[in-house]
């Protein structure tokens, strides 16, 4: 095994142990934010579908 595949193995291994933690996404509904995992699936298919914008004055 050459130097290099040592090192991608030994880099996928330390990947393999990486854990994360699950965070919640808060979007603005109506005047007021919500975590989307609480919405209803018609509210997160248009999420999905949301695209952002700038207004610039």
């Given at each position: 095994?050459?130097?290099?595949?040592?090192?991608?193995?030994?880099?996928?291994?330390?990947?393999?142990?990486?854990?994360?933690?699950?965070?919640?996404?808060?979007?603005?509904?109506?005047?007021?934010?919500?975590?989307?995992?609480?919405?209803?699936?018609?509210?997160?298919?248009?999420?999905?579908?949301?695209?952002?914008?700038?207004v610039?004055?």
């Amino acid at each position: 095994m050459s130097q290099r595949e040592a090192q991608i193995q030994q880099l996928e291994e330390q990947l393999a142990s990486i854990k994360g933690t699950p965070c919640d996404i808060y979007s603005r509904v109506v005047g007021y934010h919500s975590p989307t995992n609480h919405w209803n699936e018609g509210k997160k298919e248009e999420f999905g579908k949301r695209e952002t914008f700038a207004v610039n004055p």
